[in-house]
């Protein structure tokens, strides 16, 4: 099969992050009717992870400040009905977001506009409070329906190098990832970790798939690597995997690479010095949240077939990802594409293992494989080239599972089951 470009490819990546955006906000207005209706707020803030951060951006917007003033404190404290909200620690006599901020830093400037003109003066009444949940949502969505569209450009740059056709299958498969999989119960619903982590290991994917024809990335791949670790330090494997892999094939330009990874570093280090009184102590060991004590085939266990965490039961069709990650492994000839998901397929296998250990590996209130959201770009470019090349009687099953994942999502966001 030979590669075909039929569209313009920045006509279409528009198109596809303006349709994805609009239908991830599309119940936006029925959440908020029914939040000021119940006087409650858990359909706009889908979980307690992300008070905090949906928060920081007005705080940083309204006064200047990474840290929670009485005012914010009083509204997240209503919403959860605590004295310090579970995404919350109290460090040096400061009320300080008890996860990385980077989901807030990238929500400022959706924020901005609103709050410049005096939409939120304060926090003083639900409507107020329900208005920072809208931005909230509107920040993920947008960032979301971002890295939808990214992913459109990594399939169609993944298609060109291993020469298949874009037909059906390929506008699918981004149907696919941004509807039938955590991408949309997850990432596009709150300002979670999940969302700039997945935009970011997007990019760096997109750039990796690029690197074997241009020689001006390795340094803007540094930089996409340090971001993805400040906005999930779990991303430790991706990026070492990363590193690693430019170094063994791009052993002259490695320098560049670091070079652009090492202001981050810094930067982690500085905030949390500040913040938390050592560069070495981040807001998982403020809180106390480092402890790996589950066996580890517990943890396995329950992410190859419980039916509340794994692809079996939420998106079948990435089952799949594990079987061809094994078939990449004893694959003689690989081309380019292939080294670089190798990579990163044995990444994700070393990340399943380290939350199979952590003590809550079930995710606490995330719907389904909520801790590997930012891992499914690679998931399904693993299974891409299995799809398109399947047996007509396969694709008719796969196009099934496809139809019941989307209705696993749609579901989880449409209709939560926990009260809301």
Not at 305 to 327: D, E, G, N
Request: charged share 15%.
């Amino acid at each position: 099969m030979v590669y075909k470009q039929n569209h313009s490819p920045v006509k279409v990546f528009g198109f596809i992050i303006v349709a994805t955006f609009f239908f991830y906000l599309v119940n936006t207005p029925r959440d908020y009717r029914k939040n000021l209706e119940t006087r409650t707020y858990r359909r706009l803030l889908t979980s307690y992870d992300i008070t905090a951060n949906t928060f920081l951006p007005y705080e940083i917007i309204k006064n200047k400040r990474l840290y929670f003033g009485e005012q914010t404190m009083t509204a997240m404290r209503v919403i959860e009905r605590r004295d310090i909200p579970h995404s919350v620690v109290l460090k040096n006599g400061r009320y300080l977001p008890a996860y990385p901020i980077m989901s807030s830093l990238i929500a400022v400037p959706v924020y901005f506009i609103p709050l410049s003109f005096g939409k939120i003066p304060n926090l003083d009444t639900i409507q107020r409070t329900l208005g920072v949940l809208i931005l909230g949502r509107i920040s993920a969505s947008f960032y979301t329906a971002l890295s939808v569209g990214i992913f459109y450009l990594i399939l169609r740059r993944l298609s060109l190098l291993k020469k298949l056709k874009i037909s059906f299958w390929f506008y699918l498969t981004i149907f696919f990832f941004a509807f039938c999989t955590n991408v949309y119960s997850i990432s596009s619903r709150g300002l979670w970790q999940h969302v700039p982590a997945l935009l970011f290991n997007s990019l760096i994917l997109l750039v990796m798939l690029h690197l074997n024809d241009k020689d001006n990335l390795f340094k803007w791949l540094g930089v996409l690597c340090g971001l993805s670790f400040l906005s999930r330090p779990t991303n430790i494997f991706y990026v070492a995997a990363v590193a690693i892999f430019v170094l063994v094939k791009y052993r002259r330009v490695f320098i560049q690479f670091i070079l652009g990874a090492v202001p981050f570093a810094i930067i982690y280090m500085l905030y949390n010095y500040l913040m938390f009184g050592s560069p070495f102590v981040n807001e998982y060991v403020a809180r106390d949240d480092t402890h790996f004590t589950t066996p580890i085939w517990e943890g396995l266990i329950g992410y190859m077939v419980s039916p509340a965490r794994s692809f079996l039961f939420i998106t079948p069709p990435l089952v799949m990802s594990y079987y061809c990650l094994v078939f990449l492994y004893k694959k003689k000839g690989k081309d380019y594409a292939d080294h670089v998901l190798q990579y990163l397929g044995t990444a994700f296998i070393a990340t399943l293992i380290m939350y199979s250990m952590w003590w809550c590996w079930y995710g606490a209130d995330r719907f389904g494989y909520g801790f590997f959201t930012e891992w499914v770009p690679v998931l399904i470019l693993l299974i891409y080239e299995k799809m398109v090349g399947m047996k007509r009687v396969w694709k008719i099953l796969l196009l099934l599972l496809i139809v019941y994942s989307f209705y696993t999502q749609f579901n989880a966001v449409w209709y939560p089951q926990k009260p809301m």
